[in-house]
Each structure stands twice: as structure tokens, then as C-alpha cells.
């Protein structure tokens, strides 16, 4: 089924973006003249994974809502 294809790749980049997030801030704990810098992007790379979440449960919400109807 596309949506479901469409939707685990959706998934997937969340996974892939927070772990690119993950690696930002253990650098950061490792790098402290850089901290804010490393934080800053661990931040945005956080941000496109709740993006790409909202997306996925509005996508999932507009398809819904025909079959409740």
C-alpha cells in the first residue's frame, strides 16, 4: 500500500534525523568550546523530526476523516 510505504519512510527519516541529533549533542559533550554551536544544530535537526511527524498524523488525519464519515 502506498501510505503505508510513504508513511515508513517518514518514519524512517525521523529515526535517521533524531540520530543525527544524538550525535550533535554527544559531540557537544565532548567538544565544550563548541557546545552551543553542536546544541544549536542538534535543535534543528530535532525540529525537522517533529516536522516530519506532523506530517505523517496530519497525512494519516486527512485520510481518515472520509472513512469516519
Known sequence: MNGQ????????NVRRYR???SL????AAFRPGQSWSLLEQAREW???ALSELE???AARMDYAAPLAA
Open 5 to 12: 510505504t510513504s508513511g515508513h519512510a517518514i518514519l524512517e
Open 19 to 21: 540520530g543525527i541529533a
Open 24 to 27: 550533535y549533542r554527544q559531540t
Open 46 to 48: 530535532e525540529a525537522r
Open 55 to 57: 506530517a505523517y498524523f
